[in-house]
């Protein structure tokens, strides 16, 4: 069974910059990697995600401060958030889409709050 564990979640001021960190285990095929957030209320919604070969694709709203990367070796996917702004606050999901037959996978969730 795929698991998914999020971590680096937390409170932070306007302007100020998280990390938060996906490690995968027992993912044996190829798969690409992502991060959506929710907001109260909302639909889960794409923040950016990053395929096998490395192309990453981001929502408008984060493009320019919000970085994905992972790590291929290690099955950890990043996002790296500067810049932060009050409407960044939402619980993050880390997800994982198998390509061969687009099977999705998602972590727990980890709460981001940006005061302002």
């Not at 998280?18 to 991060?35: D, E, I, P, Q």
């Not at 192309?55 to 291929?72: E, H, L, P, Q």
């Given at each position: 069974?795929?698991?998914l ?29 992502g ?35 992972r ?10 958030m ?17 390509i061969?037959d ?15």
């Amino acid at each position: 069974q795929v698991q998914l564990v999020e971590s680096g979640g937390g409170l932070v001021q306007t302007g100020g910059s998280l990390r938060l960190s996906c490690a995968a285990s027992r993912v044996t095929f190829s798969h690409n990697m992502g991060w959506y957030r929710q907001h109260p209320g909302k639909q889960r919604e794409l923040v950016a995600t990053i395929r096998s070969d490395g192309t990453t694709n981001y929502a408008d709203s984060v493009k320019g401060r919000f970085t994905i990367s992972r790590d291929n070796a290690k099955n950890t996917v990043y996002l790296q958030m500067n810049s932060l702004k009050p409407e960044d606050t939402a619980v993050y999901y880390c997800h994982v889409r198998r390509i061969i037959d687009l099977s999705d996978y998602w972590g727990q969730g980890t709460q981001v709050t940006v005061s302002s």
